[in-house]
């Protein structure tokens, strides 16, 4: 099993930026961040695959841009224009599967890290 592990994460004031990081424990084939809020359903954020697609959601394009260091299996979630609702927990995800799949759930993902927190304040 392929392990995973979070930093970054904290509190800002809306209108700032945090940068995510996941580093996997060697190469697989996709993976991606995720969040979520007390109450709510795990959402995907952003998540790519080794052909370079990509998928971001709705609420976060044009503001959040994903990029990756291959030579060290590490994915970063750089967050700018940070709102109030961003705040949640952010997990990254990965899967031997495709990024479309690994972005919508719709398979067990292979990894899961611990999860980080993220806190905009208005």
């Known amino acids: 099993q392929v392990q995973l592990v979070e930093s970054g994460g904290g509190s800002v004031q809306a209108g700032g930026s945090l940068r995510l990081s996941c580093t996997a424990s060697?190469?697989?084939?996709?993976m991606g961040w995720f969040r979520q809020t007390p109450g709510k359903e795990r959402e995907g954020v952003a998540a790519?695959?080794?052909?370079?697609?990509?998928f971001y959601a709705d609420s976060v394009k044009g503001r959040f841009t994903l990029s990756s260091d291959n030579a060290k299996n590490t994915l970063y979630l750089q967050m700018n224009s940070l709102r109030p609702e961003d705040t949640a927990i952010y997990y990254c995800?990965?899967?031997?599967?495709?990024?479309?799949?690994?972005?919508?759930?719709?398979?067990?993902?292979?990894?899961w890290g611990q999860g980080t927190q993220v806190t905009v304040s208005a």
């Open positions: 790519v695959d080794e052909d370079g697609t990509t």
């Open positions: 060697r190469h697989i084939t996709s």
């Open positions: 995800g990965a899967d031997r599967s495709n990024a479309r799949l690994l972005f919508n759930q719709l398979v067990p993902l292979d990894s």
